[in-house]
């Protein structure tokens, strides 16, 4: 029968001695609330059993049922049962866990002549204290032989004459009627008569009611107290992972099974106290006896010989167990022989002023802290075992470290039976410290401190379930998804010691202790032979009494180390280095070898990469479906063992899959790293291994957690970037192939541990190393339809809105480039055709530059099957892209198909151009038109989907240029290849004016951008264009006057609009030029319908003023020349004009030449035109007149002068320098601020 009494903390009240502070809190409690004890009639007879002698008795706990009253000689790991039991407080909170009996035997040292030995562990700043009974050990030693090395050492340095002291017969007689007065004390017999109470029922319960805010022990706590206190044996376990379908309580199994609990690893105490004594926190485990009754609820109950008066031992020893347990009052029975004669009652703050057995509870509180210090400054080891001993009759106490001493003396480290309970102990307070540790990563490395000490330990064939644990908890210290710390109180240093001091600590504690090097010097010259092997010396026990004698900084680990790196492949390493360790420890215990073959750790297991040109669709389809099987989640629970013989359930199944699933994750961090760095050879490898561990994960998992297969999505979309990076970087595939052999030996034994589950092949299409291109990009669609494929199974659909919405966005642009991949396909074997085509020409003819002969040069006779399959292949994915941006509402990303879409109309718009007999371009053809018309509309279709300019700049040029480029294309192919035989002449000039002013719409000249120059060049082309179809048409047009007037005056529009645009331009000197002279040429047939002088004058008057502005072309084309001339030898230029011999370069020297040519006889022409009508005049000229006639004549008479062969530089120069004799002389100065 179990009960549990807790006390509120503020409700503990200090001691009323006003010179110590003493407050105590019962955490936990086995005995039922304290009845009143019964008062022993004068002359009862102890030495008389009982009816109820030694029955179990709850009231009394185990102090009655054995004859020892104390459970610490049969518990030799009575700290660590208490320990287990309240981990949270363990390594920071408490100073001390230990029995009661300890303390007080510590506390008594300066007074008491006995031995003491006790060992002592460190966790944190916690030191657990057990008795060491050396006695029993020893006996131990004779019958097994272990710890002989530890019989010998103590023979040899402590007692020589070492042998078993048996216990007096008065001891056991003094034991014996202790334990017969405490069951006649609970009323158990009917000669003893319970003590009369002198309050009535109704005032007891008041009284309970007004004692228990300062004796709470009284009563059971309410829920109000379950915040404040701990649950009874409730135990800790660091939960190894959330991804299983297995319960979190249920992740790591009990450490110990009944025979280890059974050693002495429970916590027995019938009460346990976090007792405040002064400033030092203990965990005290106390079994005494609580009785009701007096003026206290609370009373402890102690027998003594009427004869024998009290000590200051006993004293001490009643005044600690009373504080300790919250006891006001202390109840004394005096017996002569056995025969009951009185009691006492003394008020537990007058215990230290007894008559013979006064003492000091400021002395007493000295002796604490200088013990508490003594061990914290020399017990500095965790996982040490340390022996603090004090032999019996003398003053001086030693501390040894029995670890170093077992190691030295070579003997296996599992023969210290402290070595398991520790290393357990040290992992559990690391467990729960990683549950803190989610919210505070201040703890990392007190946890990775605890942790490797844990396992430095255990023996890997004894212990591999812990050791396993720990190196997982130690994997999962390294946080791979969170960004780096920035934070300087949070960031953690880099370094870091396996012990708990770091390297500063211990320099602050030396020189805290600096008063302490005089003792240390005279300890280190006392040591004789018996004290070279100890830690630590007390001289003499009287220095535990002196005030300060001993410090300690009390700061075990204020800042412990944590070697964190920012590099995440560095953090991954590491994970890796512990998963590798605990998938080892796993292994070690899996006994069925025998099926798995052989395999060389130091063997590398091959990454295969293949060619998969040459691979039909069914075999990768076939992997596929295999891709798809393994994506899935699994349906039926696992009953069978593994592969390597785990059984499902097991702690090896549980372990396996968290280590599996750590190690995923790693490689997944490091693969998404190296494909940042652009190593996408490397990144491949590492997707490769993480999906290799997730298939080794699927083989032994029955279920899949969501947030499983969630990451494994992640790691498919991952796949599919790289597969599609490698397919946009061909050019380096030696150095990815490269990269991807490589491999670590790590990495190997990790394989080789994942191959005892699985041959690791489900995910090998999506991660080998394809040459080809195409391939790649396949497999990388496939991956992104895996993801998706999970993400929208039942099993998910529910969990990842967000990341369905990148995978979503991945398949539209994989799908994208994999219809420009085919695109481009068709655009080459056009092109290839074109070549064929052309080379079978015997003569080249070469198209009017504005003909659009970018997208005219591909001719051919018919479109081939394999150009259709790739259009067909091409549109699909676009429409399927484009599918997936609509899905997410991504409007810029469905814009850019839909524009891929216009360019893939445009490709099939040229591959259907007619071809004449003679292999030249025929006439437009109606499927051209059906095409490009198709193109406008997707164009249109996208900036519909852009909705405006603000959404996407840069796209919505984009689409824009691409627009006014298809109108552009159209007008210019009607134009120039007019479809006569079909349409009428009118009706197409109409159509190309359409296209034509749709095109100039989309020409943005006001935008400043890169694009503005083309812009202004197109815009410039196509009112030359209009001009010129204006021209022809005015020239062409017969009877109607009133369309002639209106295409004349269309006409003079577009050519100034053409010359102003031109003239903004710094590059198109030839365009700017052609354009004039094609104005001069129409002015002069203007003037040849003339009749009169004074119209004709006016005429050839503007004609001369046109080609004054030839002058900035020829500036420009000056400026050219001259920078070609400095990049060549200046002789070799100026010997031959020929535009062979020219170097290449902006200025199409050909199309100078050519242009001169027409200026020359025009300019000729205009100039005698002139001279001969104003000579002819009649009326009288003026002196202006005059002057521009001598003008005229002056330049005509150079022109005719000119030197038809000389080099086309100085030919240039002098058109140049006489249309600036006539600039000057009309007063046209037009261009000459464009000079």
């Known amino acids: 029968m179990m009960f549990c009494s807790v006390t509120l903390k503020d409700s503990a009240v200090c001691s009323g001695n006003s010179e110590i502070k003493s407050r105590a809190v019962v955490k936990y409690s086995a005995a039922p609330p304290p009845t009143s004890y019964a008062l022993l009639q004068e002359k009862t007879d102890l030495k008389l059993p009982p009816a109820n002698w030694l029955r179990e008795n709850p009231q009394l706990g185990s102090a009655g049922t054995t004859i020892l009253g104390s459970s610490s000689k049969s518990k030799p790991f009575s700290s660590f049962g208490m320990a287990y039991d309240f981990i949270d407080c363990i390594g920071d909170d408490v100073d001390v866990v230990s029995d009661s009996e300890n303390i007080k035997k510590l506390l008594k040292i300066p007074y008491s002549k006995s031995h003491v030995s006790m060992a002592v562990h460190r966790v944190g700043r916690t030191l657990l204290l057990d008795e060491l009974d050396i006695q029993e050990l020893f006996m131990r030693s004779s019958q097994t032989g272990d710890w002989t090395w530890l019989k010998e050492f103590y023979q040899r340095l402590v007692d020589q004459k070492w042998q078993r002291k048996k216990k007096s017969k008065e001891h056991w007689y003094q034991k014996a009627i202790l334990s017969k007065f405490l069951y006649y004390s609970i009323n158990g017999d009917g000669a003893a008569e319970p003590v009369q109470n002198d309050l009535n029922e109704g005032e007891e319960e008041n009284g309970a009611e007004e004692f228990s805010s300062s004796w709470p022990t009284t009563f059971t706590s309410t829920s109000s107290d379950a915040e404040e206190s701990d649950p009874p044996k409730q135990v800790h376990m660091f939960a190894l992972g959330q991804v299983t379908s297995i319960p979190k309580e249920q992740n790591l199994p009990m450490l110990f099974n009944e025979g280890e609990n059974s050693q002495g690893l429970r916590n027995d105490f019938v ?3 976090m007792w405040t004594f002064e400033d030092i926190h203990m965990l005290v485990g106390s079994n005494m006896p609580i009785f009701g009754g007096g003026r206290y609820p609370a009373v402890s109950l102690r027998l003594r010989d009427n004869n024998k008066p009290i000590n200051i031992l006993t004293g001490i020893d009643y005044w600690l167990d009373n504080l300790m347990c919250n006891v006001p009052e202390l109840v004394m029975c005096f017996h002569v022989n056995g025969i009951v004669q009185k009691y006492e009652m003394i008020k537990t703050e007058d215990i230290p002023h007894l008559e013979n057995s006064t003492f000091s509870t400021r002395v007493v509180k000295d002796i604490a802290q200088n013990i508490l210090s003594f061990l914290k400054s020399n017990c500095t080891k965790e996982g040490h075992t340390y022996w603090l001993f004090k032999a019996s009759g003398s003053d001086i106490v030693k501390l040894y470290d029995l670890t170093t001493l077992c190691e030295e003396a070579e003997e296996e480290k599992c023969q210290n039976p402290f070595t398991l309970p520790v290393a357990v102990l040290l992992y559990k307070v690391a467990s729960n410290l990683m549950l803190k540790a989610r919210q505070n990563r201040k703890h990392y490395g007190t946890i990775r401190t605890l942790l490797l000490n844990c396992v430095k330990l255990l023996d890997q064939e004894r212990h591999p ?42 320099e602050e504690e030396e020189e805290e202790e600096a008063e302490l090097t005089e003792d240390s010097d005279e300890n280190s010259s006392y040591s004789s032979q018996d004290d070279s092997k100890a830690v630590a010396v007390i001289r003499s026990v009287g220095e535990l009494s002196v005030p300060e004698k001993y410090k300690s900084t009390h700061q075990i680990r204020p800042s412990c180390a944590f070697p964190v790196s920012q590099d995440k492949e560095e953090k991954c390493r590491h994970v890796l280095s512990y998963v590798l360790k605990g998938l080892k420890a796993v292994d070690g215990t899996i006994k069925k070898e025998s099926d798995l073959p052989a395999a060389d750790p130091n063997t590398p297991i091959p990454l295969k990469y293949e060619d998969r040109s040459a691979i039909g669709a069914c075999a990768a389809e076939t992997g596929i479906s295999l891709l798809l099987e393994r994506a899935g989640p699994l349906q039926a629970d696992q009953k069978h063992p593994t592969r390597s013989g785990m059984l499902p359930g097991s702690w090896q199944h549980r372990m396996k899959l968290q280590l599996f699933l750590k190690a995923s994750k790693a490689y997944y961090v490091l693969s998404d790293a190296a494909t940042n760095l652009l190593k996408y050879g490397r990144a491949l490898r590492y997707i490769k291994l993480s999906l290799q561990c997730y298939d080794a994960y699927c083989s032994v998992s029955g279920t899949l957690h969501p947030q499983v297969l969630q990451f494994h999505s992640q790691c498919l ?6 597969q599609l990076m490698l397919a946009q970087n061909a050019k380096n595939r030696a150095a990815y192939l490269e990269e991807y052999s490589y491999q670590t030996k790590e990495d190997q034994e990790i394989l080789h541990s994942l191959h005892r589950e699985s041959s690791c092949q489900a995910f090998n299409m999506a991660t080998d190393l394809a040459m080809d291109p195409e391939y790649q990009l396949f497999v990388s669609s496939k991956c992104y339809e895996a993801a998706y494929e999970l993400l929208v199974s039942e099993a998910l659909k529910d969990h990842a809105s967000d990341q369905l919405a990148q995978v979503l966005k991945r398949l539209g642009n994989i799908r994208n480039e994999m219809g420009v991949y085919h695109m481009n396909q068709a655009a080459a074997m056009q092109t290839e055709k074109g070549m064929l085509c052309t080379g079978r020409k015997k003569e080249t003819k070469s198209l009017p530059p504005s003909a659009g002969s970018a997208e005219i040069g591909s001719m051919q006779r018919s479109v081939s099957v394999a150009e259709q399959e790739m259009w067909k292949k091409s549109f699909a994915f676009f429409e399927k892209g484009m599918k997936d941006f609509e899905a997410i509402g991504d409007r810029t990303n469905t814009a850019l198909l839909l524009c891929n879409t216009g360019r893939l109309m445009r490709i099939c718009a040229q591959a259907h151009c007619a071809i004449s007999a003679d292999q030249s371009r025929g006439e437009f053809s109606p499927e051209e038109a059906l095409y490009y018309n198709k193109a406008i509309d997707y164009y249109l279709r996208a900036i519909k989907s852009l909705a405006s300019r603000e959404s996407h700049s840069a796209v919505w040029d984009s689409v824009n240029w691409e627009l006014s480029t298809t109108y552009f294309t159209l007008a210019t192919l009607l134009q120039d290849y007019a479809p006569l035989s079909r349409k009428a002449q009118e009706q197409i000039e109409r159509e190309v004016t359409e296209a034509m002013m749709k095109s100039l719409k989309y020409c943005d000249l006001q935008t400043e951008s890169a694009r503005q120059p083309l812009y202004q060049y197109r815009a ?4 030359h264009r209009l001009a010129s179809m204006y021209h022809s048409c005015f020239r062409n047009q017969v009877g109607d006057e009133h369309l002639r007037k209106q295409h004349r005056s269309l006409a003079e529009l577009h050519y100034s609009k053409a010359v102003c645009l031109f003239l903004s331009l710094k590059d198109a000197p030839c365009e700017l030029l052609r354009t004039l002279l094609e104005r001069v040429a129409f002015a002069e047939f203007t003037m040849a319908g003339q009749s009169s002088s004074a119209a004709k004058l006016k005429s050839l008057t503007g004609a ?4 004054t502005e030839t002058r900035y072309a020829f500036q420009l084309i000056h400026n050219e020349l001259l ?20 170097p290449p370069s902006g200025l199409n020297l050909e199309e100078v030449m050519k242009l001169i040519g027409v200026f020359e006889p025009s300019f000729s022409f205009l100039l005698l035109q002139l001279i001969k009508l104003m000579t002819t005049m009649k009326r009288k000229p003026s002196n202006k007149d005059e002057e521009l006639l001598k003008t005229y004549k002056n330049v005509y008479s150079k022109l005719l002068r000119a030197e038809k062969n ?10 140049i320098e006489l249309l600036q004799q006539l600039t000057s002389q009309t007063g046209s100065d037009d261009t000459g601020t464009h000079s």
């Open 465 to 506: 379930q812990i050791i396993a644990s720990a190196h997982y908890i130690l994997s999962e210290l390294f946080q791979l998804d969170e960004p780096p710390q920035e934070d300087g109180e949070e960031s953690l240093r880099a370094g870091g010691s396996e012990d708990s001091y770091s390297d500063e600590d211990r």
């Open 1020 to 1023: 410039a082309t196509i009112h």
């Open 271 to 273: 009460r346990n106290i």
């Open 1206 to 1215: 000389a080099p086309l530089l100085s030919r240039v120069k002098l058109h």
């Open 1123 to 1142: 920078e070609e001339q400095t990049e060549v030898n200046p002789a070799e230029s100026a010997e031959s004009p020929d535009v062979a011999s020219a």
């Open 717 to 722: 979309s991952l796949c599919g970037d790289i």
């Open 1104 to 1107: 001369i003023e046109i080609m």
